[in-house]
């Protein structure tokens, strides 16, 4: 039977700032590889034969990036999903399920920002799991625990189901243990981290969502039904997908069926949920440290130093947490992994954008990066990839002064289009009609820089956009 991979691409993790940030979440980011997360979860089951076009599901400001991160590495997506408000697993997979339920097909559900490094493995696993889910089970993957883990759910297995091979009844779904119970469900030899991986078939998950969740059922049922085309993303309809309940696959189904089954698998799995967890799967020199970037260290041990801008030096330091980029910097001991929430809601709490933004702000058609700003003054760097433009524009508020870096800019203003090359320049006047676009085959940098009473991104009125936004 084909096997639909579903990767659901929508966290923001949170406690892996100041990398990862709301528009530019871990999965999207090149943590452990050159190649980013999304990138490692479908390049590992590509190459299969029975695996077949990917369905996506994000949040609507990630779907650019998901689009071009997917034609980098030359994967075409059966479909590109976008959820309107973020509603957790259960009714994100319930719309792809609900675009699948007239196939043949197994979803294999994916988080798109975990580890996995024995592939060999994972494969073994999922040809198991896939006999299990094409007799009606839905299947889960608990990962064989190798510590007794205080941050992760388990899952016990029950019977072995002889006809599956290597697939076991599910005994019970258990909450994050605390050290002591946690040392017992590993000498137990029956518990596993619950991996938040599944396979089944679309139809079997719907019926048992529908049983245990109809609410759900009826709320994401209505936004596929209205749902719409926008270029190549599937957008489901707002108002109806809002209405879903939020709630994980766990709790809308999976602790509440008889059809759960487990597949144990012993596959490298990391869901590099902290700093101290990505630290476990990159290679550590002999005094356990793991380092990328710019960096010199000098007498550390045990301390991961990430250096994404500029040159980071550590000296006599132990058990350490740094983390640079052109915008923050952030030092924590790494028994404090797991509080670098509580600086995402301080900045939340105190109105401030590093929670969400970066300093380099990534657009469809390339990128633009703040360099300097000031009263009334604001200075950008802009690329523009080729054969991409920007919408056709307008501002109330601002004028504009562009100057070419490098590469070739067609530059529209008030109807008039003129070829700009390296060192030329041109003005934008407060109120005047105006597009950019790169016509050559390498990417166009420029400088810009604004001045006015009002620089905010939201001074856009824009009369057309090939990429279809408001």
């Not at 369905?55 to 959820?83: M, T, W, Y």
């Not at 006809?163 to 518990?191: I, S």
């Not at 078939?201 to 969740?213: D, G, I, M, N, R």
């Amino acid at each position: 039977m084909k096997i639909v991979p579903v990767i659901l691409s929508g966290g923001s993790g949170t406690r892996l700032w100041p990398l990862s940030r709301a528009v530019l979440p871990k999965q999207l980011l090149p943590l452990v590889s050159d190649n980013t997360m999304l990138q490692e979860t479908l390049l590992r089951i590509s190459d299969w034969a029975e695996v077949g076009e990917p369905v996506i599901v994000c949040g609507n400001d990630h779907r650019f990036l998901v689009a071009e991160q997917l034609r980098q590495i030359n994967i075409s997506p059966k479909a590109i999903i976008l959820e309107p408000v973020a509603r957790n697993t259960a009714p994100a997979i319930a719309a792809a399920a609900m675009t699948l339920k007239s196939e043949d097909v197994l979803m294999l559900v994916l988080p798109a920002d975990h580890v996995i490094t024995d592939v060999t493995a994972f494969e073994t696993a999922i040809r198991s799991a896939s006999t299990c889910a094409e007799q009606g089970k839905l299947v889960t993957f608990g990962i064989s625990p190798t510590i007794p883990e205080t941050g992760y759910g388990y899952i016990q297995s029950g019977q072995s189901m002889g006809d599956a091979q290597g697939c076991f009844e599910v005994a019970r779904f258990v909450e994050k243990p605390d050290a002591v119970t946690a040392q017992q469900y590993l000498d137990a030899g029956n518990f596993f981290w619950n991996s938040g991986m599944f396979i089944f078939k679309p139809a079997v998950f719907l019926s048992e969502l529908t049983a245990y969740a109809p609410a759900i059922v009826s709320a994401v049922n209505n936004a596929v039904a209205q749902s719409y085309q926008d270029l190549d993303f599937l957008r489901l309809f707002e108002d109806a997908f809002s209405k879903s309940p939020s709630d994980s696959i766990d709790y809308a189904v999976m602790e509440k069926t008889s059809l759960a089954a487990v597949v144990p698998a012993s596959i490298g799995w990391n869901d590099v949920g902290s700093w101290t967890a990505l630290k476990d799967v990159q290679p550590c020199d002999e005094d356990r440290n793991a380092s990328r970037g710019d960096v010199y260290l000098r007498n550390v041990k045990n301390t991961l130093v990430r250096a994404e801008s500029r040159f980071v030096a550590a000296l006599g330091v132990s058990d350490l947490l740094i983390v640079e980029t052109s915008d923050a910097v952030l030092v924590a001991h790494r028994d404090f992994a797991q509080d670098v929430k509580s600086i995402v809601d301080h900045l939340k709490s105190s109105g401030r954008s590093e929670h969400k933004v970066h300093p380099r702000v990534y657009r469809p058609w390339g990128w633009y990066e703040g360099i300097d700003v000031g009263e009334r003054f604001q200075v950008k760097r802009i690329m523009v990839k080729p054969s991409e433009r920007l919408s056709l524009q307008m501002h109330h508020h601002r004028a504009e002064h562009w100057v070419v870096v490098s590469g070739s800019a067609m530059i529209t203003i008030d109807g008039v289009t003129k070829l700009y090359t390296e060192n030329e320049s041109t003005y934008i006047p407060i109120g005047s009609t105006h597009r950019l676009e790169n016509p050559g085959k390498l990417p166009l940098h420029l400088i810009e820089v604004q001045s006015g009473s009002y620089l905010g991104e939201d001074d856009i009125v824009r009369y057309e956009d090939t990429y279809g936004r408001a």
